[in-house]
């Protein structure tokens, strides 16, 4: 009398999997496109749409912000860098990195000009200190760095390596593809090599700034650091965009 309804529990495995299969299949794609919208609109806020008609260094000049977005980027830890090696006074340099962020923060918002990478910068430099200052290690002001560089270089390392570039998905979405550029072998291998050319920037600052961290050398740390930030970044936007622009050339009407 069992056998019967064994079968029929049997009978209904392969449905609930193929259902179980189609939610996977369906799950999928929401989430690659929930992604791929993120960075992409990431990617326009910051100026780089390859959709656009702008210059290679229009495109590169927004994504640095400017005059204003060097500036922020390189005056807080400037200042650190210069007072810490002149004073060795960590609470001084502390205090001068962070009101620097802190000044160009209430700039923006006196303005009324986009904060978000102000204040990006004022917490980072704010964590970065609060470290620093509770360990009594001028060198742990470049912990954080570390992190983040860490982060975003096995972001784009393991994006590549599974096939679903960080680059590429960022992409698809600004031109209007989402993932199709999946099935062009030649587009996978473009974004794979862009995705391991940015995880390898990510890799060298922290293979080039360990060293100086763990012997204690503040100077040379923060030295590196200023080195490898927007003097590497800047040309390796460039090199992204042109990359991305040759693999989706503009019609002529």
Known sequence: MSTPHTGGENA?????SDASAASAGTEQPRVSDAVSAALG???????????????T????WAAIGGWRGILESVLPSLAFLVLYTLT??????????????????????????????????LIAA???????????????????GFVTNAIYGSAFLVSALVGW??????????????????????????????????????????????????????????TTKLLMGIPLFAPLIAVTWLVVRALYPRRTE
């Open 126 to 144: 704010a964590v970065a200190a609060a470290l620093a200052l509770w360990t009594g290690r001028a060198e742990d002001n470049f912990v954080l």
């Open 57 to 60: 260094g229009r495109a590169v």
């Open 12 to 16: 209904s495995q392969p449905e609930e």
């Open 41 to 55: 609109e990431a990617a326009r806020r910051a100026g780089l749409d390859p959709a656009q008609d702008v210059t």
């Open 165 to 222: 570039s960080l680059i590429g998905l960022a992409v698809g979405f600004l031109m209007g593809e989402g993932t199709a550029w999946r099935r062009d072998p030649r587009k996978r291998r473009v974004f794979f090599w862009l995705s391991i050319a940015w995880a390898g920037l990510f890799a060298a600052r922290l293979i080039v700034q360990l060293p100086f961290y763990f012997a204690g050398d503040v100077t040379g740390l923060g």
């Open 88 to 121: 060795t006074e960590l609470l001084l340099s502390l205090g001068a990195s962070v009101g620097l962020a802190l000044v160009f923060t209430v700039v923006r918002l006196l303005s009324r000009s986009s904060v978000n990478a102000a204040l990006g910068g």
